[in-house]
């Protein structure tokens, strides 16, 4: 009977976490269908609100490894219920925000708060699950849950956008992070990492925080400031600079936030730089597609929402099937194929224009979601089991700073991408056309149009730009070596596992 019940309460915890990751991405994927009314709203452009969603990531990225690090020394619960707080504050916060500025920091506030999620609940699962292949299945239905938030994020956000404009989606957090909150103070017991000094690297983290953020507004900024303009070179400056004192601080930490030694495993660092291209030719690509939208094709917040829920559904869908594929067919092979198939998705996405029906969009982001969630599981697993278990709060946190930084870099880089694109292509345009009947009514139309084409035309250097690179990183999927123990589903008896 009592192991029944501890059955039982493995899965009741493992539900609570999905609902707690379900909440935060949630939260990413309605923002993103407020984009174009905040733009309207605040009078900005997309380079602007791109900010909106890189600050997120970014805070959310550099935080990450500082949660991981803090819950395996002073508890996963505890960090996990500060994060929680945070959120339902952060929210209310944006609901209000009253111009671009004060929207940028709340939702930095809110990155910062979400961020304590995602390493303390795989360090949850990680110590809750004890069964190796019983603990791939929790992580791989942890996984879904990113797919799960992708199917209501459009339900919910669409008509709430619609119906009582964007603030609503940042309202809305709020008494569903009260009930999140609930269900980890009820069912989720205490744990912390073996053998930790009760020290916290601030120096480490402060140091990261600065390299990360100097880097990503350069490749935000580098095109209206210029590449090798004096801001830019100033942040590069910054970056290697603090990159270097970062490393150099880590080297002589006994508890740093990121463990360097966790880069000497070559299955670790090939997984991570999977993730990391891969994340940001996804998040480059994706993030463009509500703006393009309800902008060209004259979409509303709701019909543009519906776009997403086939891809949602296939994204959950394969996520599930690539977790069953786990010990069975080995994992680089999954990673590797499932990536090139999501660079052929965004390939087709370069071909949709101002008349393509919703077919044009929601066909290749379904073959995007297949390729990608058939991988989910297998990456996660990967670098979970290749570390020792005590370490696991903060090998998933590297894993999420990686994912959350190419986040941060794919949309910035996007961003770059179309606003180049789209003043060569005014320029081109405006070389190759002629306007015969020369009055004030048609040239005003005829520049118009000109601008038109220029943009739609941009956003398909942009779409083609993410498949170049999702291509090309897809053949580092092959690089990642699975020590033999690990395919047969002992990770914890891999060589790091015995340091």
Do not use: H
Request: charged share 10%; hydrophobic share 55%.
């Amino acid at each position: 009977m009592g192991a029944q019940k501890a059955d039982r309460s493995r899965w009741i915890v493992l539900a609570t976490v999905v609902f707690g990751t379900f909440l935060g991405m949630l939260d990413q994927t309605v923002v993103n269908l407020a984009l174009p009314k905040i733009i309207g709203d605040f009078g900005i452009s997309v380079s602007d609100v791109s900010w909106v969603s890189t600050a997120y990531i970014l805070a959310n990225a550099i935080f990450v490894p500082i949660w991981g690090k803090l819950g395996d020394v002073a508890g996963r619960k505890r960090i996990y219920l500060i994060g929680f707080i945070g959120f339902i504050i952060a929210s209310g916060l944006c609901a209000i925000a009253w111009n671009l500025t004060s929207m940028i920091i709340f939702r930095v506030i809110q990155g910062f708060a979400v961020s304590a999620d995602y390493p303390t609940a795989m360090a949850i699962l990680a110590v809750t699950f004890l069964d190796d292949k019983e603990r791939a299945q929790a992580l791989g239905i942890w996984s879904a849950a990113f797919a799960v938030a992708s199917v209501f994020g459009p339900l919910i956000g669409g008509p709430l956008i619609d119906n009582f404009g964007w603030r609503s989606v940042f309202f809305i957090n709020i008494p569903l992070g009260i009930v999140g909150l609930f269900l980890a103070l009820t069912f989720i017991s205490e744990s912390v990492g073996e053998k930790r000094e009760a020290r916290f690297d601030w120096w480490g983290a402060s140091f990261l925080g600065v390299a990360l953020f100097a880097i990503t507004l350069v490749l935000d900024r580098g095109q209206s400031w210029g590449w090798t303009s004096a801001p830019s070179l100033i942040s590069y400056l910054i970056f290697g600079v603090f990159l270097s004192l970062f490393i150099r601080a880590e080297r002589r930490q006994s508890e740093p936030i990121i463990n360097l030694k966790f880069f000497r495993i070559p299955t670790f660092v090939f997984a991570l730089l999977n993730n990391f291209i891969v994340f940001m030719a996804m998040m480059g690509g994706v993030f463009l597609i509500p703006i393009f939208a309800e902008t060209f094709m004259g979409y509303s917040a709701t019909q543009t929402g519906y776009l997403f829920i086939p891809m949602a559904v296939v994204l959950m869908g394969s996520s599930i099937l690539g977790g069953r594929l786990m010990y069975k067919v080995e994992s680089r092979y999954v990673i590797f194929i499932g990536t090139l198939i999501a660079s052929i998705a965004l390939f087709l996405l370069s071909n949709i224009d101002a008349q393509s029906g919703a077919l044009a969009i929601i066909l290749p982001i379904c073959v995007l979601a297949f390729g990608l969630g058939s991988g989910m599981a297998q990456r996660t697993n990967i670098v979970a089991s290749s570390v020792p278990k005590r370490d696991v709060g903060e090998a998933s946190a590297v894993l999420a700073l990686v994912r959350n930084i190419s986040g941060a870099f794919g949309i910035a880089i996007s961003s770059t991408v179309l606003d180049g694109s789209i003043k060569q292509n005014i320029f081109n345009i405006s070389q190759n056309s002629v306007l015969n009947v020369i009055n004030p009514a048609n040239l005003k139309i005829f520049q118009e149009l000109i601008i038109l084409k220029a943009q739609v035309s941009g956003y398909d250097a942009a779409f083609i730009y993410s498949a170049v690179i999702i291509f090309l990183g897809s053949f580092t999927a092959l690089l990642i070596r699975i020590p033999g123990e690990l395919k047969r589903g002992r990770p914890e008896t891999t060589s790091m596992a015995q340091a």
